[in-house]
């Protein structure tokens, strides 16, 4: 079946516009994940879905950072007032349960001037 | 200190031979623990998972773990071009499980 899939894949902002990232789990998938990922580094995990209830978003860096999973499939991750700092590949995973393999999506990179 | 540490690349090695990875973990409790790889510009993709100490072998990949001295490897047998990526190491919280710390990764190139 289909893979977890992200959208857009490139993303250029201009210092203080919003961004919104949007990713689709693989069908079916209960939980769904965020990691940024900084250029040479790992991904940092950002914040963990299960269904449509978000139950922990304790790596988002700031209250700059929102995502949101409404009716338990497509998630959108939000960065308003976008800063340089921002910069990095947003990485979306999904997996049957939060414990089991996690399959990433092919990111974002978003880059901000 | 980081809470997953990986050796220092990049690792080069010649067609054939063992390519051998490391990573430490400063989180004793963790009872999870993953290798992925990522082609430059791609995204992870899961090679293998291990939960128990001593080895665990699919393919090629050997990954072992040893809890007491918070240690996980990854061997490459028979390394081909094809290997040439960046290795992560992730290992799961001991309170939340499904939360995976990164190490920042080892460039392996196998040389033809």
């Known amino acids: 079946g289909a893979g977890v899939s992200q959208s857009p894949r490139y993303k250029v902002a201009k210092r203080g516009q919003d961004v919104a990232l949007r990713c689709d789990p693989i069908s079916g998938h209960v939980s769904l994940f965020w990691y940024q990922q900084a250029l040479g580094q790992g991904p940092e995990f950002l914040t963990y879905?299960?269904?449509?209830?978000?139950?922990?978003k304790s790596g988002l860096p700031s209250d700059r950072f929102f995502a949101e999973r409404p009716e338990g499939s497509v998630s959108t991750l939000k960065i308003q007032r976008t800063q340089q700092e921002d910069s990095a590949v947003y990485l979306c995973a999904s997996s049957w349960q939060g414990l089991e393999t996690q399959y990433f999506g092919p990111g974002t990179r978003l880059l901000v001037l | 200190q980081k809470e997953v540490e990986q050796n220092s690349g990049p690792l080069s090695v010649p067609e054939g031979a063992i390519a051998s990875l490391n990573c430490t973990y400063s989180d004793r409790g963790s009872q999870s623990f993953f290798w992925y790889r990522q082609y430059s510009g791609k995204s992870p993709e899961l090679i293998m998972f291990?939960?128990?100490?001593g080895d665990k072998e699919d393919g090629r990949f050997t990954a072992q773990l040893n809890k007491a001295s918070q240690y996980v490897s990854l061997l490459i047998r028979d390394s081909q071009p094809s290997d040439s990526a960046t290795y992560l190491c992730?290992?799961?919280?001991?309170?939340?499980?499904?939360?995976?710390?990164f190490g920042a990764g080892t460039t392996v190139t196998v040389r033809a």
């Open positions: 291990i939960y128990s100490n």
């Open positions: 879905f299960q269904n449509e209830a978000q139950l922990d």
């Open positions: 992730a290992v799961g919280s001991r309170s939340n499980d499904y939360k995976l710390s």
